[in-house]
């Protein structure tokens, strides 16, 4: 079985303070991760994908096999970045693959 | 940019009465998803769908639920006979391709209350 794990429902920083957002994985075979992001009344959307290696929006995520995380970070966080923050998981094989996500967490940067 | 459409937005029915949500896909993808998210809870999956055929489901996705993409463009999620846990947010999602190529693009939803 595959399991996302969010240990912070909730999450406040101040603006131009470093961010990590956590997210811990429990899956036999070899996952794929990402994260998606759901700004206030907007829907769903990708923010990173593991395999992609890219920084959005200042954001980065490395996946660490060993620790089964794939942590979110952001060094310097804006106003603009509070939102609520889901870490997902699909199997890395297959076709159709569906997303396991985790609770989410709901980041607030403050003025 | 293409989106992922949902209607209705909101959709209140009696217990036991059938609703249809419905969901137009992005236009080139060949996968498409439906999840929910009961009020507090995490986003579950119910079913994917691909070459007019269900691809996955998981518990949830029991008798009640049924998933058919009846012309080009739409996607439809029917709850047969609801109950009153089948109040959730219902999300629909497309991709392009599966595997490495398959970045699920979700719509806005469809919040469902059975009274």
């Known amino acids: 079985a595959q399991r996302v794990t969010q240990p912070e429902k909730l999450l406040s920083v101040f603006k131009g303070a470093p961010v990590e957002l956590k997210c811990n994985y429990s899956?036999?075979?070899?996952?794929?991760l990402f994260w998606y992001v759901q700004y206030s009344r907007q829907r769903l959307q990708l923010l990173l994908r593991h395999i992609s290696r890219e920084s959005i929006k200042g954001f980065t995520a490395d996946l660490n096999k060993g620790e089964t995380s794939f942590h979110l970070k952001k060094p310097f966080a804006q106003e603009e970045d509070s939102a609520m923050y889901y870490c997902?998981?699909?199997?890395?094989?297959?076709?159709?693959?569906?997303?396991?996500f985790g609770s989410g967490t709901q980041l607030t940067v403050l003025p | 940019e293409p989106e992922v459409t949902q209607t209705p937005s909101h959709q209140v029915t009696q217990m036991g009465q059938e609703v249809i949500l419905r969901c137009v896909p992005i236009?080139?993808?060949?996968?498409f998803y439906w999840y929910r998210q009961i009020l507090g809870q995490k986003v579950e999956f119910l079913v994917s769908?691909?070459?007019?055929?269900?691809?996955?489901k998981s518990e949830i996705f029991d008798d009640q639920f049924s998933v058919e993409r009846p012309d080009g463009s739409n996607f439809t999620l029917k709850i047969r006979s609801t109950k009153l846990e089948d109040s959730a947010m219902y999300f629909c999602a497309s991709s392009e391709g599966g595997g490495r190529q398959g970045t699920q693009y979700f719509g806005p939803g469809t919040r469902l209350l059975v009274l």
């Open positions: 997902a998981l699909s199997p890395f094989s297959g076709s159709a693959r569906h997303l396991t």
């Open positions: 899956y036999s075979g070899s996952p794929e």
């Open positions: 236009s080139n993808h060949l996968y």
């Open positions: 769908f691909y070459n007019n055929e269900i691809s996955e």
